[in-house]
Each structure stands twice: as structure tokens, then as C-alpha cells.
């Protein structure tokens, strides 16, 4: 595959990818798009495709399915097992696949595709296209992306506003896209209309048009390339080579078909002249007959907008309708003598139009035409003059008549309503105002009613042609008029009468909402108070809310005469409406309260009452039961809080005292977990009397300081005191009897230690025990005391116990023990040397502790470069602080 090495130097480049700019989204949203629609036209000629690029190629199964698609041949069989293992290996089959193609994968690995790494099956997938679908374009002596460009420019070169350069902001207005198209496919696009303005419509027209007729996908949005500054440079160039690989293969067949579409197009002209002669002749035929008895018609009309109407129909013709057909005549002429110049250049035969189509039978058509047209006009104009004396009388008398019937229009019916009846006393009052304003109306039209009949008359004396109409007319006019004047009386009549009974029945509307207001107020104050749920603690508070309500109740007989009297003043109201036979639709203006809401809420409030008093009594009841439970429950732990307190003071000065042995400490420790434990039934108790409080919901308790979290919360503590203070004195005997640190020296330890104990906690802090040590002689820099620091504190906590002071001191002791052991074990090993060798320790020492020892001994290197030679310094580096020796 060495022919690929010459031509890959932009293939390596591209390779490199910059992987800052796949960090962009809307970079890699690009690619991601247009990779997934470039690698599906692809899989679906394999009945599949993919929707996410980088989790379904993965398994590396549709990865090895697109190769081979888009290269024609097998890859080796993939491996079908659903472990990681066998997910890298279809990968890798894959890769290598492209690698054999003389392509190189830089930073691209198996497990990368497999985890679904989106930068890296990007990558790869550009790869391919680079390889596949870019790499084998040549235009001109250039090849993959310079060609592609080049041959961009050259189809793009003869549109305007289309620079092609390269492919981002080139493509951003899609003229460039669209320019491709139409360069090909013309019928597809109307270049003409586009505008460099609107990329949004140029990228979707050109995108749409693509999957539709050319069979490319749609890799990109619009919104894609316009919401960029610089829109992905591989989604572009992808893009662009379905176009270029679309129109290659098509531009051969095209010129062929140009060439007998050609012919076939002449020939398609020519019959076609014919038929639009055909048919143009035949149009024209035909509305000349039809329009010649039109002209020849001179019945007169007997109004005047019917001459006129005939009038404007001629000028119609005149200017609208001849006009068309005298061209239509005109352009008969030209394509006769069009067509028959075309067949004669053809060596075709000469067109003979139909029987009675000819060029002549037309023009002899047109002057019957123009014959029938003279002297229409002007018995036209005659007509028109003769009616219009006569109907402008009548256009006089249909105006006022119009004029008085929209004015009368509606006023029978209102006359007529009895909306008086239902009408509120201010709606009356506003009736009554609009009914005199209509009366002087009426007076006032009189004078057109007599005009009216005037003008009927003189159309009866000139014999007007409509006069019948006219009569009947004028008759109802003034039929209508006198109806109008009776109704008006009665109205007015009806309108007073209603006023007067409003009037009362007001004043007693009032008289209610004044009164019904502020007891409905009280009502439903009462109801809100006797529903109120009363939280209460104590049984003092219960007792202030039964005063309060026995008060109340004492007030409810005045309560009830109000209202009686409020009700008599609606029994009144509704006396009146009986006794009138006033219509009250509406209800009181002044309130929205009724004597039915009255008397219910009444109701309401004697029936609340009683059981008022009866969650009075069971409250009280309940809280003198609350009282029980609180002090049974201070009583107990107004004792066990102070002994829980005590215990722990007895317990810490037993830990820091040093009355007798550690055994006598520890027997006497012993003893108090045995009376700790035994006190366990008395906390039970307690912890029953707060279960009893919390399920009664007493949250304060005045006779006790100690709530039941103190007592656990202490009891836990006295309970890990006990067993941790117990196990200190373990400790300390154990590593007494370890170390045989006498009861003397360990007496010392721990008056040392309670000295330099400040805080009196049982613990030093970092100063503290940096100060005991000082004391004791220790000559301290900060890396040692870290170093000490690390081996009594190894938690880092910042505090030293007991137990470790006493390890630290005892290993003290000890280490100075050792290091004279080892020098006293040199001397004897060495004789009159200053070194040891290795065959001197075989010799003097047991074969398992020579060998231990000679591997320890193995890095250091003697006197004189003799290896495994030690010197005393090296022998203690080496053996301080091994047991073993």
C-alpha cells in the first residue's frame, strides 16, 4: 500500500485533529450529526443504522459492517460474545482494517471506541470519510480536500453572490449548497429567487431538495450552521462530498438525454402551437357569438339603476373584456404565421387549421361584431337621461321613508317591554329619564311623516311605474305613527306607578342591611369562636376559656330578639310585593344577606354550643391528667439525673487517684459497673412514664429540669466511662506485667502524669505532655517531638492517654537496655576487630539467627570496601531494635 505515502500528508495532518475544538458543543453537535447521517446512508444498504455514534459502535460489530459497505470487501469474522474482550477485539479488526489501507491512527485505541469515548470514535469516523469518500476525489491534477474545494469553485464560479474559499463561513448563507444543486439539477431549485439574506430558507431549501430528489441524507440543521461563528469544517467538507459523489456519476447520462430531449422538444413545441391555435381560434369563435345578440338587445329597463347597470356593462366591454380578445386576435395571427415558418424550416408540412378556423373565417367574425357595437351607446345614454327626472322623486321619498323606519326600528318593542317589572328602583328612576327623552324624540319627527306622504302623492300624479309599492309604504308609515303615540301613554302610566312602590320597599331594604350587617358579623364571629380549636397546656388556661364561654352564652336571649326583629322587617317587604303584585326580581341592593342565611346561622350557633361545653369538660379532664404524668415523671428523674451525675465524678476520681493496686482499682471498678447495671430497671421505669408523656403530647414539664434526652444521653455516658475507664486498668496492668514496670515506678507515671494533667481530663494535650517530657530531661527538637508525637498519638488527635504514657516511658526504658545488649554482642563477635564478617556470624551464632541476620546485613558494606565487613555503626543500624537477636 505504498502508493497512499505520497498523497497522505493531509490525510497525517488532519488525523491530528484538533481535540480543543471537538470541546466546543456546537463543533461537536456538527460532527456528531453529520458523521451519524454520513455512516447511516451507508448502513442502510445493509437494512440497519445507528443512532448514537459513539455507543453503538462499541461492540465494533456496525463498525466492521460500514467497512466493509463502503469498501467492498470482507473483514474477518467478527466475534459475537457480548464481554468486554470480545468488544475490543471486533475493534481492533476494524482498526486494522483502515490501517491496512495506508491509513495511520494517531491517539485512536480499541478500548477508547469500546468506552465510548465520543472524541475518539469522532476522530475515527473522520478517518474513514477522510479515506473513502474525500480521498480518492481529483480534480485538476488536486486531490482529497484541494480538489473537493477546486471543484466546488468551479461549479459555484458562475453564481452570484457564491465566493467558495473553504468549507466553513463559505457554506454559512447556503447559496453555496443551493448554487450545486441548481448547477446540476435546475429544475429543482429557482435560484433566481433566493436571497444572500436569508440563510435559514437557502440551507433548508437546499437540504430539503437533497433528500428528497438527489438521495443524500440530511446531515446538518440549519440552525447548525447559521447559530455558529464558524461553523465544523469535517461536517461541511462531509457534507459536501455526498454532493460531489452524488452529481459525478450523473453528469455522463445527462448529456446524453440533453441531446434527445432536444429533439423531442422541437417536435413537442410544434404540436403544441398547433393546439393552442386550435384552441385559441375556437375561444375567440365563441365569444364573439355570444356577445353579438348581447349588443343587439334594445328593451328598455324601467329604473335607473338598471340603465346604468347596462351602461357600465358596455363600458365593461369596451375596456375590460374586447381589449384581451383584440390580442388574443392579434397573437392568433402571429402564431399561424409562426408555426408555419417553423414546419417550413423543419421540412415539415404546412398547418391547415379546421373547418371554419381560418385566419379569414376569424376576421370576418369580427366585423359582424364591430357592426352590432355601433349606436349601442348612444340609445344607452337616451335611457339613462329619460328615467333620471323620475327617479330622483322616488330616490327622495325611499331616503326619508328609510330614515323614519330606522328611527322607529326597535320602538314598538320597547314601548312594549315590561321590564319596569323587574327593574330596581335607581333602574326605574333611569327608565322614567329615558322615556321622557323619547317623547320629545317623537314630537319631533312629525314633520318628516307628513313630508313623506307629500312626496307619495306627487309620484301617484306622475304615474310613477312602482307607485303601488310607494303606497304601501307610506301607508304603514303612518299606521306605525299613530301606534307609537298610543303606546307611549301607557308606558308612562306603567313607569309612575312602579316608582312609588320601589320608593317603599327601599327604605325598608335598607332599614334590613342596616340591622342584618352587624349581627351577621356577630353570628359568625360567635361560630368561629365556639369552632376555634384551642391549644392549651395548662389547667389554668382551660379554665379562662370556660369563663370566657359562659359568658357568652349569657348573652345569646338578646342575641335572639334582634334577630326576630330583623326577620319582622323582611316579613314586611314581602307583605307589600303580595299585596301590589310587584314583581321583584332582583334581591336587596344594600346587602347580600338573607333571612334564610340568618336563621341557619342561628341555628349554627345553638347547636355549637352545647358541644362547646363538652370539649371544654374533656380538655379540662385531660389536662388534669397531663399535670399527673408531669410530676410522676420530675419525681423520678429529679433523682436519677443528680445519682447519673454523681457516678461519673466517682468514676473519674477513681481513674486519676491512686488508692492500692491496679488490681484493687480494678475490683473496686467492678464493683460500681455492678451497681450501674443493677440501676438499669429504674431508667426502664422512667423511659415508660415519658412514653405515656409523648403520647399525650406534653412538650414542657415546669416541676423538672431533666428531660428524658439528658437522662439517655447521661446514662449512655456513665454506661462507657465505666467500661472504658475498666478497660484503661487492663491495660495498664498488662503492659505492667509486660514491661515489669514495679507498682512503684507506675505509681510515678501517674503522678507525673496527673501533675502535667491540667485540665484534669485524664488526657494531655500536645503542650502538656511536651512540657512532662521537658521535665523529665528530654532534650527536644520539633522533627523529635513529631516523632514521639507519632508514636504515642498515631491517630493524630493532638492528646496523649495514660495508657500511652505508660508504652512510651516503658519503651524508653527499654531501648537503653537493648543498645547496651548490642554493643556487648559486637565486642564478643569482633575479638580484637572492629568489624564482623559473615562467616564469623555462621560460626558464632545458630544456622536460623546467622542467616537472619546476614540478609539484614546484606546493604551495608564494611571497612575498606570488604563486603559484608560491618562496623559497630553498621551492626546497630542494621540489628537496633530486632528482637530476634
Known sequence: MEHYDGENDYMHQEDDWDRDLLLDPAWEKQQRKTFTAWCNSHL???????????????????????LEVISGERLAKPERGKMRVHKIS??????????????????????????????????????????????????????AKEGLLLWCQRKTA????????????????????????????????DYGKLRKDDPMTNLNTAFDVAEKYLDIPKMLDAEDIVGTARPDEKAIMTYVSSFYHAFSGAQKAETAANRICKVLAVNQENEQLMEDYEKLASD??????????????????????????????????????KPPKVQEKCQLEINFNTLQTKLRLSNRPAFMPSEGKMVSDINNAWGSLEGAEKGYEEWLLNEIRRLERLDHLAEKFRQKAAIHEAWTEGKEDLLQ????????????????????????????HQDRVEQIAAIAQELNELDYYDSPSVNARCQRICDQWDALGGMTVKRTEALQRTEKLLETIDQLYLEFAKRAAPFNNWMEGA?????????????????????????????LPEADKERLAILGIHNEIAKIVQTYHVNMAGTNPYTTINPQEINAKWDKVRQLVPQRDQALIEEH??????????????????????????????????????????????????????????????????????????????????????????????????????????????????????????????????????????????????EDFKTCLISMGYNLGENEFSRIMSTVDPNRMGIVTFQAFIDFMSRETADTDTADQVMASFKVLAGDKNYILADELRRELPPDQAEYCIVRMAPYTGPDGVPGALDYMSFSTALYGESDL
Not at 437494512?47 to 466492521?64: A, H, P, S, V, Y
Not at 368561629?528 to 348573652?555: N, P, R
Not at 403520647?695 to 466511662?721: C, P, S
Open 44 to 66: 442502510r444498504k445493509a437494512g440497519t443504522q445507528i443512532e448514537n455514534i459513539e455507543e453503538d459502535f462499541r461492540d465494533g460489530l456496525k463498525l466492521m459492517l460500514l
Open 621 to 766: 379532664a385531660r389536662q388534669q391528667n397531663n399535670e399527673r404524668l408531669r410530676r410522676q415523671f420530675a419525681t423520678q428523674a429529679n433523682v436519677i439525673g443528680p445519682w447519673i451525675q454523681t457516678k461519673m465524678e466517682e468514676i473519674g476520681r477513681i481513674s486519676i487517684e491512686m488508692h492500692g493496686t491496679l488490681e484493687d482499682q480494678l475490683t473496686h471498678l467492678r464493683q460500681y459497673e455492678k451497681s450501674i447495671v443493677n440501676y438499669k430497671p429504674k431508667i426502664d421505669q422512667l423511659e415508660g412514664d415519658h412514653q405515656l408523656i409523648q403520647e399525650a403530647l406534653i412538650f414542657d414539664n415546669k416541676h423538672t429540669n431533666y428531660t428524658m434526652e439528658h437522662i439517655r444521653v447521661g446514662w449512655e455516658q456513665l454506661l462507657t466511662t465505666i467500661a472504658r475507664t475498666i478497660n484503661e486498668i487492663e491495660n495498664q496492668i498488662l503492659t505492667r506485667d509486660a514491661k515489669g514496670i514495679s507498682q512503684e515506678q507506675l505509681n510515678e507515671f501517674r503522678a507525673s502524669f496527673n501533675h502535667f494533667d491540667r485540665k484534669r481530663t485524664g488526657i494531655m494535650d500536645a
Open 284 to 321: 375567440l369563435l365563441e365569444w364573439i357569438r355570444r356577445t353579438i345578440p348581447w349588443l343587439e338587445n334594445r328593451l328598455p329597463e324601467n329604473t335607473m339603476q338598471a340603465m346604468q347597470q347596462k351602461l357600465e356593462d358596455f363600458r365593461d366591454y369596451r375596456r375590460l373584456h
Open 527 to 555: 361560630m368561629e369562636d365556639l369552632q376555634d380549636t384551642f391549644i392549651v397546656h395548662t389547667i389554668e388556661e382551660i379554665q379562662g376559656l370556660s369563663t370566657a364561654h359562659e359568658q357568652f352564652k349569657a348573652t
Open 90 to 143: 471486533n475493534v481492533n479488526k476494524a482498526l486494522n482494517f483502515i490501517a491496512s489501507k495506508g491509513v495511520k491512527l494517531v491517539s485512536i485505541g480499541a478500548e477508547e471506541i469500546v468506552d465510548g469515548n465520543a472524541k475518539m470514535t469522532l476522530g475515527m469516523i473522520w478517518t474513514i470519510i477522510l479515506r473513502f469518500a474525500i480521498q480518492d476525489i481529483s480534480v485538476e491534477e488536486t486531490s
Open 158 to 189: 458562475p453564481y452570484k453572490n457564491v465566493n467558495i474559499q473553504n468549507f466553513h463561513i463559505s457554506w454559512k448563507d447556503g447559496l453555496g449548497f443551493c448554487a450545486l444543486i441548481h448547477r446540476h439539477r435546475p429544475e429543482l431549485i
Open 417 to 444: 317591554k315590561q321590564d319596569y317589572e323587574t327593574a330596581s328602583l335607581s333602574e326605574i328612576k333611569a327608565l322614567l329619564k329615558k322615556h321622557e327623552a323619547f317623547e320629545s324624540d317623537l314630537a319631533a
